[in-house]
Structures are given as C-alpha cells and as structure tokens.
C-alpha cells in the first residue's frame, strides 16, 4: 500500500534531540504503519547521529534513511527529503522537536477529509521539555476551516515558517519552481514560500487544529543572521505573494504581523540596541522593507532611535510606577 503520509525528518548535529523527537513519532504511528512513511535525511552531521539512527532502524527496519555527502543547508534539505518522499502529503517535522501521540491519527483523519494543507498548533517548552512556557503557539483560537488563501495568510503570515506545524499535499508543494525555491533558500524562508505559493495554485482546502499537536522545543536555535531571516527573508516571501494571488491587504496584515509577533519582542530579547552599529543595520533593514506600516512608525522607529540610555530608564520608571 502506498502511503498517503511521508514524515520527513531533517536533522544536523542533534543526536540527543534526535532520539526523543524519533521515539514520540513511533509512539504516534503504532497501527497506521501501513498508511506512513518514514524518512531521515541527515545533513552530513559531525556527531554520533548516524548511530542514533542505526539504533532505530534497527528497531524499524522499515524508515528510510538518507546521508548527505556534505551539508546542503537546512532549506535545501527540506527541499531534498520532498523529492524522496512516496506519499501524498508530506511532513516535515523538527529533529529537535515532539510529537503527540495523538498526532498522526487526527493529521491521516484530515487528509482522508481532502485538506491539502493541516496546521497543527504546537505547545512551546524549555530545551530539557521540563516547562512549558505557552500552552498555544499558533494565533487562531478555535478549529476552523480556510478556502479563501488571503485570509489564511492574514491569519498565519509568518507562524507558518515553523515547520514542524505545517503537513501540504507533495503535488502542492511542487507548485513552486526550483530555481523560485532557490532563490530564497539565503534567506531561510523557501518552505514557507513553496507553501504559500501551492495553496493558492492548487486551489485547495485548508484545516487548522488548535489542539496542540506537537510540543517544540526553545532555546535550541541561533548562529544566524536573525534580522536577514525574518526582516528581509519575510519581506520578500510576502512581496513576492503578490504576484502569485494574494491581496495587497493580506500580504500588508502578515507583514504587520512579523513585527508585531517576531521584530517588536525581539528588540528587547537580543538586546541589539545597546549595540550602536547593530541598531543602524536593523533601522535601515525595517526602513526598506517595512516603512508603509504604521507599527514601524509608531513602535519600531522612535525605539530604535532613541538612545540606549533613555529606554533603559524608560524601563525604570515602569519598575517603579509597577510597584
């Protein structure tokens, strides 16, 4: 029997996340073996993965594994793991991150009900899975159901980059071009893109499960150019929407969305301000990319050029009325 789910998992030097994330998968899948498949593609990783994913071949002859020659980089490898899938819908699902055991029957139970795209709302959890920081990641409040793709975006914008939250019928996916997807694989965004891009050409229906379905994992990411990801790399996803179908007004609410949920709360987290050169860089990145949305002028402009000293006691004085 075909499958009708590829769960594909990429994954790079994360050995000891990666036995946990394998082990709840597992857990989710017993008796619907026959309708999924299981696909590792490791990114040429420099620790002891392959031995972990030995071991669970071992225990599950029937996963495929695969081993690139040399690190390809993460997008690219997303990319790879949809070319070697066999099943209709494909999931690409965190190396670091956990599935409920609930998942795999409810996501088969959506595909079977002719959603060509599910998203599963995920809890958020410290890097050990000992504390759960958010109950919801995800901003819609109930189960609900999307046709029209403007209002999707409008919705989700940028939360749909997660990727662990995100499951689209393979021929969906492949609606964007290769060189199109490649175009963006600097600015970490392509899936995204590929995602936004099949929905709207396929024409298809869309499901969102407020239900927590996966529990992700903080603090185990960096090592990136934070702002040329999700300043430029959003910019573009969302600008080059338009071309595909989308509405000026959706493509505007998405990315009034990135700075309310990703730039704003950032500023305070990377604390970048204190860091004069790094706060010229971030102006002149939200300048270019954001200037047409009143929350740059209102919030992100007076913050970044107002000087450190200032916000600090700024903070202060909020401590202290606080009390």
């Keep these: 029997m075909t499958a009708i789910l590829s769960i594909c998992i990429p994954t790079y030097n994360r050995s000891k996340c990666l036995g946990e994330c394998l082990s709840s998968i597992f857990a989710s ?32 002859p029937w996963i495929r594994c695969h081993r690139n020659e040399q690190n390809i980089g993460a997008e690219r490898n997303f990319y790879l793991l949809a070319t070697l899938a066999q099943g209709e819908n494909i999931w690409i699902f965190g190396d670091d991150d956990k599935m409920e055991a609930s998942a795999i029957p409810i996501v088969l139970d ?51 980059g997660y990727i662990s939250a995100v499951i689209i019928k393979r021929s969906l996916f492949f609606k964007l071009p290769p060189d199109e997807y490649e175009s963006l694989v600097e600015y970490g965004f392509s899936f995204l893109y590929a995602v936004y891009t099949g929905v709207v050409k396929g024409a298809c229906k869309v499901s969102y499960i407020v239900e927590p379905l996966i529990c992700n ?104 009325t606080r009390r």
């Design 29 to 60: 899948v017993v008796g619907h073996e026959s309708e999924v498949e299981i696909i590792i593609s490791d990114n040429a990783s420099t620790d002891d993965t392959q031995n972990v994913i030995r071991a669970f071949h071992e225990m599950h």
């Design 110 to 160: 959506n595909i079977r009900a002719g959603y060509g795209l599910t998203i599963c709302n995920y809890s958020l959890w410290d890097s050990r899975f000992v504390v759960q920081k958010k109950k919801f990641g995800l901003p819609g409040k109930r189960d609900q159901a999307f046709v029209d793709m403007n209002d999707l975006m409008k919705c989700f914008g940028l939360h749909l």
């Design 217 to 320: 994992r903080g603090g185990n990411s960096g090592g990136y150019d934070w702002y040329k990801y999700f300043v430029t790399g959003s910019s573009l996803v969302f600008d080059r929407s338009l071309s595909n179908g989308y509405t000026q007004s959706a493509v505007l609410a998405a990315k009034h969305q990135v700075l309310r949920d990703f730039v704003i709360p950032n500023f305070v987290s990377m604390r970048l301000l204190e860091n004069g050169s790094e706060r010229k860089k971030v102006t002149g990145l939200l300048f270019r990319h954001y200037n047409k949305n009143w929350l740059f002028w209102v919030v992100c402009a007076p913050v970044l050029i107002v000087p450190s000293f200032v916000l600090h006691l700024a903070k202060k004085i909020r401590m202290v």
